[in-house]
Nanobody, 117 residues
Framework: QVQLVESGGGLVQAGGSLRLSCAAS????????MGWSRQAPGKERELVAR???????VYEDSVKGRFTISRDSAKNTVYLQMNNLKPEDTAVYYC??????WGQGYWGQGTQVTVSS
């Protein structure tokens, strides 16, 4: 079992920055990769960024150059630095972790990010 706790959401003006944190606990040695997804009202959840244990990262096209995913392995924590935020970035952001076991994944409770124009 892996538990995920997110923090760092909030209200920010367009052009501003926020940093989300996701702290993992439990069987953290079983985690293959972690990432952030988001879900805006009336839309499907979409992947924002992902980071593998080896360090490789991927980003959704609309956030490339603005968002950066990173991790602190000693703290079992993943971060999402979000710069130059836009109103369309408004959503609930969820942290997730997938283990090496096929189909086994975990989600955090979500944190609201609201960007005002």
């Amino acid at each position: 079992q892996v538990q995920l706790v997110e923090s760092g959401g909030g209200l920010v003006q367009a052009g501003g920055s926020l940093r989300l944190s996701c702290a993992a606990s439990g069987s953290t040695g079983s985690i293959a990769f972690m990432g952030w997804s988001r879900q805006a009202p009336g839309k499907e959840r979409e992947l924002v960024a992902r980071i593998w244990r080896a360090g490789m990262t991927v980003y959704e096209d609309s956030v490339k150059g603005r968002f950066t995913i990173s991790r602190d392995s000693a703290k079992n924590t993943v971060y999402l630095q979000m710069n130059n935020l836009k109103p369309e970035d408004t959503a609930v952001y969820y942290c997730n972790a997938d283990t090496y076991k096929w189909g086994q994944g975990y989600w955090g409770q979500g944190t609201q990010v609201t960007v005002s124009s």
